[in-house]
């Protein structure tokens, strides 16, 4: 361990930023990775060194083990921050960062394995007395043995495969018709996505709350937790709308889910920033559902409500310093909310939409913030995640946050691809976001498509554009602009029309 | 104040068409009339895509975009679509919104995952006619108008390219 002077980012997008930043805070030099497309992508332009890893595709460059500890060690970097997402939840990589010699910033490989086998971690989740929901222990292969289970917890059971995660392979079955094919189908996206078939079977929560709780565990068997966040606003199983702290539990129940995250942490000598995510049923009973072994994507609530930076504890972690806080200091401080800023069509089911950003105006102002990993004139890819950033507002009160949300969300504008930014609007204003009574089924319950557009259209966008097409129509015709007022912005206008002239 | 020529644009959305004459004014603002009522319009570009509109005193920001006659604008937060067409697109008979596309593409790079509609079969304007991963995700691809699946170019496992044919939708 010792000091880390130079850290090799073995990720991309929005959370190689973050990290670089807290690098940069903390004097620490940062190596980038980038695919083709990722030349010119905002992680690869901020760090202090990048490299190419190869073509596109993540299973041919983010993915490469032995490319990135090629990387590292030409760069000389004497750690390995993996981010979110790619590789930072495999074991095999994290053990490999270490017989390079390297500190892998993050929990030891035999904690990333025993909580990334939902069998394993149930069973060290049991005997560590953390409350988990009733279902069978093991994986299940044969469809007799899962009809007998079902009848000991009864319906309605959620079919999860083995090996899953992000949603993949995961079936609700309400009642006995159902099972069959519930069953056929979990098993058949199981097998394709990870290449096993076996699921287990749990007792379904009906109308659950996601309520997750971030804890630090540092070289020295200090753990602590940093309080939960509620992640209930979720499409396909994917958050989209997150905040801290959560109306859902009072606070006796917040102390008890904190209490039993310190100890599921203990329970895999865990160290680093974690975070136990827990379903929580109406009447405020938790369940574990899993642990992520790395740092989140909404981090930034927890930051905002404790103050501590996370990202740099992960830094400072790795390099053997105890924890930044005690838990007796760690106090939730206001409340703030993420909205996930998505290249993706909520009117289109979702539909992922790339393209070119041609126009980026990112929010500021009081209790704002934007983790961005995009610029003005980037190409958004399809190859990735479709994120492009993520807004957080921090408010004294959870109405403050909400207010001051909107009022960021009505200043981003992100003309290129479609992004969720109306659709964010949508779900801040309405009645049960407001009074709080979420869950994880918000969504697919309340949301059409065409609730997004005003009825009888928007002449705005109608006089906008017939304006902008007259200006067109008088450059093209080379008319030349008037003198006086109109002739600065006219100049202007002639930018639009030669633009769409080549592209039209 | 003197007043340079009316443009006339036809905007036909859904089932009906509204009427826009758009007269630029000597001073830099610009008459608007939607069918019939007209309004004084202070309109500035404040960027290469961003106009700034005084209506009446209210302020409005939009962002353009544009595919020949149709314009994309960014309008509180949501892309709208509006098709223009002045006399000289009318003549060229690009009148007009039809029943819909008729050729389904890929929109992204990904791999077929299932087919839900088959050669000869009915399918109405929204129905599901493929399933493609893309992104981590599965992505239904519906069909962009009524009519009978024509062709389908692929089969399930297939890898397809952005803008690779994949069906045909036909009367």
Sequence with gaps: ??????????????????????????????????SDPDRTALHTRLADYAFHIGPAAAAD???????????????????????????SERAPFARAVREAGLTFVGPSPEAIEAM??????????????????????????????VEKLVREIG??????????????????????????????????????????????????????????????????GNVIHLYERECSIQRRHQKVIEESPSLAIDQKT???????????AKAVDYVGAGTIEFLVDQQRNFYFLEMNTRIQVEHPITEMVTGVDLVRAQLE??????????QKDVVQRGWAIECRIYAEDPENNFLPAPGRIEVLQVPTGLGVRDDSGVYEGFEVSTFYDPILSKLVAWGATREEATQRMLRALHEYVVVGPTVNVAFHCWALRHPRFIKGDIDTGFIASEFKPEMLRPEGGDDVALIGAAIAATERARSRNGGAPSAGAASEPRSRWLEIGRREALRG | MAEGRPYTYQSPAGDQTRTVVVVPREDGRYEVTIDGATRTVDARATGPHTLSLLLDG????????????????LSNGL????????????????????????????????????????VGHHVEQGQGVLVIEAMKMENEIKAPRTGTVQEIRVKPGQAVEAGELLAVIDD
């Design chain 1, 1 to 34: 361990m010792g000091s880390i002077r130079r850290v090799l980012i073995a990720n991309r997008g929005e959370i190689a930023v973050r990290v670089i930043r807290a690098c940069r805070e903390l004097g620490i030099e940062s190596v980038a990775v980038y």
């Design chain 1, 61 to 87: 460059s983010y993915l490469q083990i032995p490319k990135l500890l090629d990387v590292a060690k030409r760069a000389g970097a004497d750690a390995v921050h993996p981010g979110y997402g790619f590789l």
């Design chain 1, 116 to 145: 990334g086998d939902k069998v394993e971690a149930r069973r060290r989740m049991i005997a560590a007395k953390v409350p988990v929901v009733p279902g069978s222990e093991h994986p299940i292969e044969s469809d007799a043995e």
């Design chain 1, 155 to 220: 319906f309605p059971v959620m079919l999860k495969a083995a090996g899953g995660g992000g949603g993949k392979g995961m079936r609700l079955v309400h009642e006995q018709a159902g099972l069959a094919s519930g069953l056929r189908s979990a098993r058949s996206e199981a097998k394709s996505a990870f290449g096993d078939d076996r699921v287990y079977v749990e007792k379904a929560i009906i109308r659950p709350r996601h309520i997750e709780v971030q804890v630090l565990g540092d070289t020295h």
């Design chain 1, 254 to 264: 917040r102390e008890a889910m904190g209490a039993v995250a310190v100890q599921a």
């Design chain 1, 317 to 326: 972690i790795a390099a053997g310093k105890p924890l930044p806080v005690k």
């Design chain 2, 58 to 73: 209210a302020q409005h920001e939009v962002h353009l975009t544009a595919k020949a006659d149709v314009w994309t604008v």
């Design chain 2, 79 to 118: 892309a709208h679509h509006v098709t223009l067409l002045d006399e000289r697109a009318r003549r060229a008979g690009r009148s007009k919104q039809g029943p819909g596309d008729k050729e389904i593409r890929a929109i992204m790079p990904g791999k077929v995952v299932a087919l839900l509609a088959e």
